[in-house]
């Protein structure tokens, strides 16, 4: 691969424009290990070697095609003191996870793409131990994955279209990792031949910077949302141009970016963006917006500011009871989060008119608002029942009427009794009547409703529904 490619003659940054692409960095591993950070050595760690055979004992690592000379590879150091086997193989019974990252980030910051090319093989085991490449546009302090390898056990070019996490970024490094889980087969995981490239827009005059003053800033999950976004382009743009206004996900990753917005336009300057977020983004607190043009390919920097999309509420409600149509009005609680609102047949201001509802099973809605804004409902069955079918009550002999009455209640049967109370359906007493000479009792003080009327001596209690209308 050494003769495909140009000499990095111990340097492995320099730039070269051919049609438009420019080499940002290349390095072919003849210097050594200087462009790269390792974390760990010994077994299985990362070395750069010009070592192919298995010394007999492990299996020989596939010879390169343009030639063996240096290469990036994991190696297992028991393997190569005991065994003289310092080629690309890995001790399945030490467990690690080592990294090689470029040691200096490289600046991107003008280029409207980007892309990552290297030569790997890796053996390995799937999901087990294998290898995987990421990048970074933070000095390393976050890593995005970009590609997972295992199953390849002869040299493989890779292509990465790195545009998306590293055009306008001026601090681009790229890191590869081996996962070494206990199982596998030779070769581990080796990569040579590195190269990040770019297509420069406008020969590096044209950029985009998304403003920081995205409004709203803050919206509901689910919701449908109108936003603007303003951003300024620099250099020069033709006839046809299209800048579209992309949105991150809620970690600040535009891997995989949502269009939320467009304008057709040739003109450099500050100028807007109408855009509409969809109701399918989840609750996050990390997304970023950044715009991007067509003619030509410039990606611009983000807005520079994390957006929120806040959760709904969580809401309940507790069960309803049953209530009688002549029921009183009544307030209505048990929705949480508090200080919400109720709605629904016979719902007025908070409380329920089982008499306004009428006799069914209405639905009750609870409607929580909090403080962005966002609101969510819940919904109970409330039952009103006619309690037409209340009749006097008989117990040995005693009986009291008329049921339903509109004030008055006799006591008839019986005169062994000693007093008189009237209790509502939650037992809660709420008249108290001695025993009258002529047995009758003054209920018209009482609110329409359903009520528990007990007539009781020392030895014994008998208890009426009693409808009062």
Known sequence: ???????????????????????????????????????????????????????????????????????????????????????????????????????????????????????????????????????????????????????????????????????????????FQWTNGGSGLDPAFAVDDVTISAMMGGGGSNAISTTNDVAPDAWCEGTTTSLTVNFTATGAYTNGNVFTAEISDANGSFLSPTAIGSLSSAASGAQTISCTTPGTLLAGAGYRIRVLSTNPSVTGTDNGADLLISAPPTVTQDPFGQYCVYDPLFALTGGLPT??????????????????????????????????????TTQQALVVDACASIAIKESNKMAVYPNPTKGELVVSGSNQYDELLVFDIYNRLLVKFYKSSSNRYDLSVLPRGVFIVKIRNANKEESFRVLKL
């Open 1 to 175: 691969m050494k003769k495909l490619l140009l000499s990095a003659l111990g340097a492995a940054l320099f730039t070269l424009t051919s049609f438009g692409q420019t080499t940002l960095f290349q390095d072919d591993f003849e210097s050594g290990t200087s462009n790269w950070s390792f974390n760990g050595s010994g077994d299985n760690a990362w070395i750069v070697n010009n070592v192919y055979s298995g010394g007999g004992f492990v299996t020989d690592t596939p010879n390169q095609p343009g030639g063996n000379t240096n290469y990036m590879h994991i190696m297992s150091g028991l393997g190569c003191s005991f065994l003289n086997a310092c080629n690309a193989n890995f001790d399945t019974g030490s467990a690690s996870l080592q990294n090689a990252d470029l040691a200096t980030g490289v600046d991107a910051s003008a280029a409207s793409s980007v892309s990552l090319e290297f030569w790997y093989l890796c053996m390995g085991a799937a999901g087990t131990s294998y290898g995987t490449a990421h990048v970074s546009v933070d000095g390393g302090a976050t890593w995005t994955l970009v590609g997972t390898y295992a199953g390849v056990s002869s040299w493989t070019q890779e292509t990465i279209d790195l545009s998306a996490q590293a055009a306008g970024q001026s601090d681009v490094r790229v890191r």
């Open 339 to 376: 200080g919400g609102i109720y709605s629904g047949p016979g719902v007025v201001a908070g409380a329920f008119d089982p008499g306004t509802a009428g006799v069914g099973t209405h639905t009750i809605v609870y409607t929580y608002t909090d403080v962005m804004g966002c609101s969510n």
